[in-house]
């Protein structure tokens, strides 16, 4: 299966990477780590231990960074290049952070240009442990990695669980993948987000309404803009719920997704985690009418004849007739997809629903809408005047909105019950 396509992108475009491998057999996956963060945008710094050196060139490294490898701490290069690079970096992250590099580090060890750079930087470090579950849990291995996390605020990513290398089973002591990894550097880069720690809770895809046990109605929201907003709150280090009715879509890293089918079930889970949440946002295409007798057996076609006529029920408005649940000092987001009149129709929904901000959306026009990576929106805030975007990906409309959402956190919203 074909990867996502990356494209340069917040945040980690521009921005300095300093890569640590350390001697693992799962070094093999952090030229693909090197790769996508590559492709994201970063300028990444690989540093090669002489463990890693063992199962990996750095040619490997240069190849997919475009920039040279780094190895030798006694060199003409490598005494000045510590110093250099740790303290360019905006983020150091080692994957994988072997047992010994773990242990290395949290001796404060200096004896090679891994160690020492870790020493030069006061950027965020990030630690990827993997290795034999049994070294992993180690009460010694345990005492490092604690040291690293509690002591020296060290991030640690993982491991995750699963089979080992050849003949170890498996247990605690994978790398995570390479795409999760992304993921944590991207939430190491952005630290000083006023999103971090808050609840967000997100409604994002369609609804479906039966029928009868086969047929719905329904319609062509992919959950992607949910989606693209889920990943992009939790790299600024929200605590992220997605409230989602049925996509297809990964679960991204980091999220937890509650799968709901009606508007009514969506309604029911909304209404729970409101009071908890510092932030809402509506993202989902919520079907607004549902049959009003829903069969229990499928409708043969020769028992409904020629014509057939569906009563349809008016579905609750999730985000309409949850105001009263919401926290107070929330902030509060909807989308409008309009037709005609986009910024009056959008006005007018961000007034009936009390929302903070609403997210209006061309129905129609190349690059806007349903099931395509890309949107032009307009977005609208109390006493705002209109924003124009232009045409971005996706992913980018869910930065904006939410650089939008920090400076109302930040201004310490008024209450939008
Ligand atoms: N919304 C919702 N529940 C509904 C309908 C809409 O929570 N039953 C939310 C959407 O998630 C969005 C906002 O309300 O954030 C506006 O949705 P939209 O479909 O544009 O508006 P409607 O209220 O359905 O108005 P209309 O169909 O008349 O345009």
Redesign the pocket.
Known sequence: MPGPVLHPRRPWEGRSIVLGVTGGVAAYKAVQLARDLTRLGAEVDTILTAGAEEFIRPLSFDAVTGRSTATELFSTDGAALHIKLGSEADVVCVAPATADLIARAAHGRADDLLTTTLLATRAPVLICPAMNDRMYSHPQTQTNLRHLGEVLSYRIAGPGTGPLAAGEGSGPGRMLEPHEIVEEIGRALSEASPLRGKKVVI?AGPTREAIDPVRFIGNRSSGRMGFALAAAARRRGADVTVVAGPVSLPVPYGVEVLSVET?REMLQCVSELLPEADVSV???????YRPANSSEEKLKRADVGPEMTLALAE??????ETRAARKAGSVSV?????TTSLVE?ARA?LES?G?DM?VANEAEGEGAGFEVDTNRVVLLGVDREPEELPLLAKDEVAEMILDRVSEIVESGAEPSG
């Open positions: 409604t508007a509506f993202a989902s295409a919520v079907a607004d579905n609750p408005d999730v985000a309409g909807g989308f409008a997809l309009e129709n929904k629903k929302f609403i």
